[in-house]
């Protein structure tokens, strides 16, 4: 995908992220620009977690998905609030802990899912960046931290 | 005679209700006055043609309460959901499959 054939695609992809979204999710968006969707979920309680979407070759490949703590940095463990998609194990090509979820790039370059291809998910619905963030989201909130 | 009359009251009892996703706001301002007794699917219904979503297949549909959020049942009403008042569904796919 050319790059700019795969920003106008994030573009229309994000363009309903909006601030009014993310009061009511609790989510705070510290960077949506291209290719970069970069996450905070909060919720009272909880503790946060930050994800930021690298949609590069957005969407002839899926985003790869690194989870942070809320100042930004990669984690090198997960949480105390996991659930099954989170996975504690270092991915093979980024070495840290991963999202092993149908639509993470983790997931399609993990040896045990290569043969689940992204091809035929992309451009569903629930595999928008939104859609995906949305799942990441409700994952989350399914930990009991 | 009266009690018909409450009872008709009842029976059109509305709430306010809005739907939020990623691909927007159903309505896109404010909320829809809505008769408490009908099926929460009604509105998702119509938030999924105005919104143009192709595919809710796996989405499930929630409100933020006291206790956190919650998961209501499309199927079965405001009322049935223990929903009053302005509500706030927040609508989309739920946590997706995978595991290693």
């Given at each position: 995908m050319h790059p700019a054939a795969a920003k106008v695609l994030f573009d229309e992809d994000v363009k309903n992220l909006s601030p009014e979204l993310c009061k009511r999710r609790g989510w705070n968006l510290h960077s949506l620009t291209f290719p970069i969707v970069d996450c905070s979920f909060s919720e009272k309680a909880r503790t946060t977690l930050r994800v930021r979407l690298q949609c590069d070759d957005w969407n002839d490949k899926p985003p790869s998905v690194i989870l942070l703590s809320a100042d930004g940095v990669p984690l090198r463990s997960l949480p105390a609030n996991p659930t099954?998609?989170?996975?504690g194990g270092l991915h093979h090509l980024t070495g840290l802990p991963f999202v092993c979820m149908r639509g993470a790039r983790e997931y399609h370059t993990h040896p045990s899912h290569?043969?689940?291809?992204?091809e035929p998910l992309k451009g569903e619905t629930r595999y928008s960046i939104g859609g995906i963030l949305t799942q990441l989201w409700n994952a989350w909130q399914k930990g009991s931290d | 005679m009266a009690e018909k009359e409450v009872a008709a009251g009842e029976a059109e009892r509305k709430l306010d209700v809005s739907i939020s996703t990623t691909a927007g706001f159903y309505p896109t301002e404010g909320f829809d006055a809505v008769?408490?007794?009908?099926?929460?699917q009604t509105e998702l219904d119509k938030a999924k043609h105005h919104l143009k979503i192709k595919d809710v297949n796996g989405w499930i549909a929630t409100v933020i309460s006291e206790s956190g959020k919650r998961q209501i049942d499309p199927a079965r009403s405001y009322a049935e959901n223990n929903l009053s008042g302005q509500i706030e569904i927040d609508w989309g796919p739920s946590e997706g499959g995978g595991g290693v």
């Open positions: 099954g998609v989170f996975n290569v043969n689940d291809l992204w | 008769p408490e007794k009908q099926a929460v």
